[in-house]
Protein backbone atom coordinates (compact mmCIF):
# COMPACT_ATOMS: atom_id res chain seq x y z
CA UNK A 1 0.00 0.00 0.00
CA UNK A 2 1.41 3.27 -1.10
CA UNK A 3 0.93 5.84 1.76
CA UNK A 4 2.33 9.32 2.29
CA UNK A 5 1.61 10.46 5.40
CA UNK A 6 2.42 14.48 6.29
CA UNK A 7 2.79 16.11 9.52
CA UNK A 8 4.35 19.25 11.28
CA UNK A 9 1.70 21.95 10.43
CA UNK A 10 0.27 23.78 12.84
CA UNK A 11 -1.07 27.04 13.76
CA UNK A 12 2.49 29.76 14.24
CA UNK A 13 2.44 33.60 14.58
CA UNK A 14 3.72 35.27 11.53
CA UNK A 15 8.05 35.34 11.68
CA UNK A 16 7.94 31.54 13.02
CA UNK A 17 8.98 28.91 10.85
CA UNK A 18 7.99 25.46 10.82
CA UNK A 19 9.29 21.79 9.19
CA UNK A 20 6.74 19.64 7.53
CA UNK A 21 7.51 15.87 7.20
CA UNK A 22 6.04 13.61 4.92
CA UNK A 23 6.90 9.68 5.90
CA UNK A 24 6.05 7.34 2.82
CA UNK A 25 5.81 3.64 2.63
CA UNK A 26 5.04 1.35 0.08
CA UNK A 27 7.12 2.01 -3.17
CA UNK A 28 10.46 2.51 -4.62
CA UNK A 29 11.07 5.87 -3.13
CA UNK A 30 14.55 6.29 -4.65
CA UNK A 31 13.14 6.10 -8.01
CA UNK A 32 10.83 8.89 -7.70
CA UNK A 33 9.88 12.71 -7.39
CA UNK A 34 8.96 13.89 -4.64
CA UNK A 35 6.99 17.50 -4.06
CA UNK A 36 4.96 19.54 -1.94
CA UNK A 37 2.28 21.53 -2.94
CA UNK A 38 -0.04 23.62 -1.36
CA UNK A 39 -3.63 25.27 -1.39
CA UNK A 40 -5.16 27.94 0.42
CA UNK A 41 -8.89 28.75 0.70
CA UNK A 42 -10.45 29.49 -2.62
CA UNK A 43 -7.52 29.25 -4.53
CA UNK A 44 -5.55 26.73 -6.35
CA UNK A 45 -3.41 24.51 -5.77
CA UNK A 46 0.37 25.45 -6.40
CA UNK A 47 3.77 23.58 -6.47
CA UNK A 48 5.95 25.19 -4.00
CA UNK A 49 9.39 22.59 -4.53
CA UNK A 50 10.48 19.07 -5.40
CA UNK A 51 13.29 16.63 -4.92
CA UNK A 52 14.63 13.83 -6.60
CA UNK A 53 15.37 11.57 -4.48
CA UNK A 54 18.10 9.44 -6.24
CA UNK A 55 20.68 12.45 -6.87
CA UNK A 56 18.80 14.96 -4.56
CA UNK A 57 18.33 18.01 -7.35
CA UNK A 58 16.20 20.61 -6.09
CA UNK A 59 13.68 22.39 -7.62
CA UNK A 60 11.63 25.82 -6.59
CA UNK A 61 8.47 28.01 -7.49
CA UNK A 62 10.09 31.13 -7.74
CA UNK A 63 7.71 32.37 -5.10
CA UNK A 64 9.04 29.81 -2.86
CA UNK A 65 13.27 30.08 -3.18
CA UNK A 66 13.63 32.35 -0.64
CA UNK A 67 11.89 31.20 2.91
CA UNK A 68 11.29 27.38 1.90
CA UNK A 69 14.28 24.52 1.69
CA UNK A 70 12.94 21.00 0.35
CA UNK A 71 15.47 18.22 2.03
CA UNK A 72 15.19 14.30 2.61
CA UNK A 73 16.49 11.69 4.54
CA UNK A 74 16.74 8.73 2.32
CA UNK A 75 17.05 6.04 5.04
CA UNK A 76 13.55 7.06 6.41
CA UNK A 77 12.26 7.94 2.93
CA UNK A 78 10.69 10.67 4.48
CA UNK A 79 10.77 14.48 2.68
CA UNK A 80 11.00 17.80 4.67
CA UNK A 81 9.80 21.32 3.65
CA UNK A 82 11.43 23.92 5.93
CA UNK A 83 9.41 27.08 5.99
CA UNK A 84 11.43 30.14 7.53
CA UNK A 85 9.39 33.72 8.17
CA UNK A 86 6.12 32.78 7.66
CA UNK A 87 3.66 34.72 6.53
CA UNK A 88 0.36 35.08 6.82
CA UNK A 89 -0.23 34.49 3.27
CA UNK A 90 1.33 30.80 3.36
CA UNK A 91 -1.59 29.86 5.60
CA UNK A 92 -2.63 26.56 3.52
CA UNK A 93 -2.89 22.63 3.73
CA UNK A 94 0.13 21.40 2.39
CA UNK A 95 0.51 17.77 0.31
CA UNK A 96 3.01 16.04 -0.03
CA UNK A 97 3.26 13.70 -3.64
CA UNK A 98 4.99 11.58 -5.47
CA UNK A 99 5.49 10.89 -8.94
CA UNK A 100 7.44 9.80 -12.05
CA UNK A 101 11.43 11.03 -11.99
CA UNK A 102 10.21 12.56 -15.52
CA UNK A 103 8.46 15.41 -13.92
CA UNK A 104 11.51 16.74 -11.90
CA UNK A 105 13.89 16.37 -14.47
CA UNK A 106 12.10 18.05 -17.12
CA UNK A 107 11.17 20.40 -14.29
CA UNK A 108 7.87 20.18 -14.89
CA UNK A 109 6.34 19.12 -10.93
CA UNK A 110 4.30 21.37 -10.39
CA UNK A 111 2.04 19.29 -13.44
CA UNK A 112 3.13 16.66 -11.80
CA UNK A 113 -0.09 13.60 -11.72
CA UNK A 114 1.05 11.12 -8.70
CA UNK A 115 0.17 10.23 -5.27
CA UNK A 116 -0.94 12.69 -2.83
CA UNK A 117 -1.10 12.39 0.99
CA UNK A 118 -3.68 14.09 3.07
CA UNK A 119 -2.60 16.94 3.54
CA UNK A 120 -1.45 18.86 6.85
CA UNK A 121 -2.47 22.32 7.66
CA UNK A 122 -0.64 25.60 8.16
CA UNK A 123 -2.28 29.04 9.82
CA UNK A 124 0.11 32.02 10.04
CA UNK A 125 -1.53 34.76 11.95
CA UNK A 126 -0.44 38.10 11.93
Known amino acids: LVQLVESGGGSVQAGGSLRLSCATS????????MAWFRQAPGKEREGVAA????????YYADSAKERFTISQDKAKKTVYLEITTLRPEDTAMYYC???????????????????WGQGTQVTVSS
Open 97 to 115: ASGSRIYCKNDIWPKMQGT
Open 26 to 33: GFAYINYC
Open 51 to 58: IVASDEST
